[in-house]
């Protein structure tokens, strides 16, 4: 029987085996230079469709990420099968910087950000302007998110042959936000389709809506089925012909470079990641009243100068009602 004493050697210092192997752990990670460019089409389960060039591909996130999460409009750096063949899979190790992002929570009280697209020049507001009827407030909280997250925003107007858009044109006609007005039979015969795809050429917008303002009956009309072919229809539930979405799904414009995302439609737009203090960006025709404001002014209180400001004619009443409903829902006093 060996004893071991202070006479021991290499030999006599026992082991423990390590399953994974024997190899020193590092946190040097490979560069990965050779790594292609793709962009992320939609996310499914922690599947990721991307375009490689004219392939489209599925990948998987590399270990190395951590928790960083890819989301759709990324732009990443693959490596491994890029093929785009039947059952092969590439992994994601580079998430390149974001220019823009649109996030949300579930309510004003989840402290949970979740960033639903990545890398949008505009956003596209979708309200029909009856059935259902238009919800202003859920609008101006959509405004926020984007002049928060690098958006620019445009209001797209459906249903205009139930009702008139007359009365959401006075609340942000004069906002210099871009706008277009469709009807039912402007979607039906490709009209709509049209006037909107002129708002987008060359750009990627991402759309937002609740259920049942037509949001993505306009984006079946904006991209024909062939072009949602060659991209790959993935994540979406298909029937007659038409999808609907069930998480952010990014499409090419036919005839240009533009693209186009169509996301779930929303119930509520949480904006528990936003400072109030910039929920006043979101109002431009209000921010220049601000400036007589006292220091640190809620913008709901007695000294506040926008009370001025809308007496005196350059904003209107129920734009500043707006905006401190908004803020009193964003302190958590009010619900929306």
Known sequence: MRRYGKHTDEDDIRTRPNRRGNRP??????????AAEGLVLTVDRGRLTCLVEDRVVMAMKARELGRKAAVVGDRV????????????????????????????????????????????????????????EPRPRLIDRCLVAAYDGGLEPLLVMTKSDLAPPDKLLELYGDLDIPYVVT???ELENGDAADRVRELLDGRITAFVGHSGVGKTTLVNALVPEDRRRTTGHVNAVTGRGRHTTTSALALPLAGDDGWVIDTPGVRSFGLAH???????????????????????????????ALDAWVEAGHADPARLYSLRRLLATRERTEGD
């Open 25 to 34: 752990r590092t946190n040097i990670r490979p560069k990965h230079e050779d």
């Open 77 to 132: 750096a693959l490596v491994g099968d890029l093929s785009g063949r039947k059952d092969t899979l590439a992994r994601i190790v580079r998430i390149q910087e974001r220019e823009s992002v649109l996030r949300r929570t579930a309510d004003d009280d989840d402290p949970y950000e979740r960033v639903v697209v990545a890398n949008a020049d505009q956003l596209a507001i979708v309200t029909a302007l009856a059935d259902p």
């Open 183 to 185: 009807s039912r039979e």
């Open 274 to 304: 936003v400072d109030p203090s910039r929920v006043i960006h979101a109002f431009p025709d209000l921010e220049p009243g601000t400036a007589d404001c006292p220091r640190a002014c809620s913008h709901d209180e007695p000294d506040c």
